[in-house]
DNA sequence: CTGTTAGCGCATTCAC
DNA sequence: GTGAATGCGCTAACAG
């Protein structure tokens, strides 16, 4: 068992004081340039590194910070990840990762171990609905960013996009299209995201002079069969719709695959939007129609507000609530051709 | 500025000392249960918990291991850290994240700021060309395992996939399909698994009699315009190739689509496979025959070497070579129907 | 059962 | 310019 080298080796093999080869190492406060040469050689010669454990037990810095998602192994998750990851190893932050697979005890679970580890900041997508564990992080001081799904906290910043607009245009579109018995495919609406998605449907409808037809609207999880067996109870209603906007765009792959089982015309008989802009979306030979949620920027903002955060010199928190534009993004799942 | 509190807090308070605190929060050697109760109590109404860093530093053990891939906004590799977190995070290890964009000095950077964080491990998928980083990890006796693409090193454990056999299988199927000239989208054969798939390519033409054909070969990036790109070159030959085995998906659907372009009927004219199960090829309408590479497995036995790695306390390295077999998926890309 | 001491590796203050 | 001493928060060895 090799022991790794540490600055009183280097120091004991140069007969010198472990303070000396510390200061050279940091080329710091004034030192000859024989010494610091000297140390720095036989620095690389014992192999030595920097023991930043020690460092951020003395500093109380880790240069860790957490990062809380349901799940990594989705895109939107994984991609906000790498922004997040891009932005920050260069300043030399390290980014702990924590799955909650949306379970809420574990979402707790992962703040408190993230809190022991003494990471320098959480930036989490929150499935909870409690707001005491985060009054915990908060007591502890450390910077907290919330993204895509948030709590509402004073002094608490987050990023998000304008789920709302995103339910809104897309709903708008299909209107324009001509459709007019627009079914939704809503996700729980207890989580703020998939309430907005669906106020900004039911909104576009009205303001449309559309009529608001609750048994349009079914809660759907994010999965194929999902999709399809809404897809089934709408049209056995009467009249039935002709056209969705899905919250999730595997529940709107869902429901297109089960049209085309019913010999049902995509778009011309019946239009679909999704949402979320997922990879396949695009692939699809018949692709569909989505709208984006820039996880790349988003998951850059949120690093950059974090930044922002602890290179703050005042004690008073700064909030930023950050709203990033949805796009609408059309496909051949709902655009009609002339 | 909140002070966190430590056990000197709570000792203090309680008029005893921080040794005695210690033992009641770890309710380690024999302690009264009415101090220990009393600490116990006395430490949530502080708000204490336990600075994981000095116990690091004191143990050595820091309880981090750091993944290092090229980038996690990929499904394999989300997927790959997807368990490895499910399977690490129960035995109260964190995972560090690192991405190396497939640049083989950011990835040597990684490297060294997780052996400087302390870290208990490395499970990395290496881009590297040089095995020299790898000895420095091996000097400070850290476990190190090797997931996807390895580094054939002494005392060093992997999991990767058999991509020869996931080559030959899937050329294999196209033979067996009927397809007598088949060519290859290869990847950079001066990777191991990209020269793996080749070879199996190459072994499955032989093995059935069929001719080798060094300008069916074209070395292609994994993505659609490439795939595109390396079509239109092959259908320029005499004869020109009625399949391709792809090494991966993406380049197999970039040829896929050119296919459609050109009129070319799949999989009756021309048969596609690609690689590696992304998720978009088994959600398009006309689906993609790919070859599995099981990342969720590869991901848990990679967390449970090193598991097995740290829980040695044998000095000698053990050393394990775990390759899983892969899966050839036909979907109708490539299934003739009679 | 509990207090005392020491050390993990480093940076920093105060002397010299 | 460099050495000596101290503390970050915790646990383990040794006393009592």
């Known amino acids: 068992m090799k022991k790794k080298t540490t600055i009183y080796d280097i120091a004991e093999k140069l007969g010198i004081t472990a303070a000396t080869v510390s200061r050279a190492l940091n080329n710091n406060s004034k030192i000859s340039e024989t010494t610091k040469k000297l140390v720095l050689k036989t620095a690389v010669e014992m192999n030595y590194e920097q023991n930043k454990l020690a460092l951020a037990l003395k500093s109380g810095k880790s240069y860790n910070v957490g990062v809380v998602v349901p799940r990594i192994d989705m895109n939107f998750f994984g991609s906000i990840i790498r922004a997040i990851e891009d932005e920050l190893a260069p300043k030399g932050y390290h980014i702990i990762i924590c799955q909650t697979h949306g379970d809420e005890s574990k979402e707790n679970e992962s703040i408190d171990t993230l809190l022991n ?93 559309l009529e608001f037809n609750e048994d349009y609207v079914i809660q759907t999880s994010s999965d194929r069969i999902s999709g399809s067996n809404s897809l089934k109870s709408l049209l056995k209603l009467n009249p039935a719709p002709n056209a969705i906007f899905s919250a999730s765009d595997l529940a709107a792959l869902g429901a297109i695959q089960e049209l085309k089982l019913k010999h049902i015309k995509v778009p011309n008989e019946f239009a679909v939007v999704g949402f979320s802009n997922e990879p396949f979306t695009k692939f699809m030979e018949l692709s569909i129609s989505t709208v984006d949620q820039s996880p790349l920027e988003m998951g850059k903002i949120a690093a950059q507000v974090f930044l922002e955060q602890v290179a703050s010199t005042t004690d008073e ?22």
């Open 117 to 209: 580890a003494q990471v320098d900041g959480i930036l989490i997508s929150s499935s909870n609905k409690e707001i005491e564990p985060f009054n915990r992080v908060l007591a502890k001081n450390i910077p907290l960013v919330f993204f895509d799904r948030k709590k509402t906290m004073k002094g608490v910043s987050s990023v998000v996009i304008d789920d709302f607009e995103g339910g809104y245009n897309a709903t708008l579109h299909l209107i324009k299209q001509g459709y007019t018995r627009i079914a939704h495919l809503s996700g729980n609406r207890s989580i703020e995201i998939y309430k907005n998605r669906y106020l900004g449907y039911k909104q576009a409808l009205i303001d449309n002079g």
């Open 317 to 338: 928190k700064i909030e930023k609530n950050i709203v990033l534009p949805t796009e609408l993004i059309i496909r051949k799942s709902s655009a009609l051709v002339d």
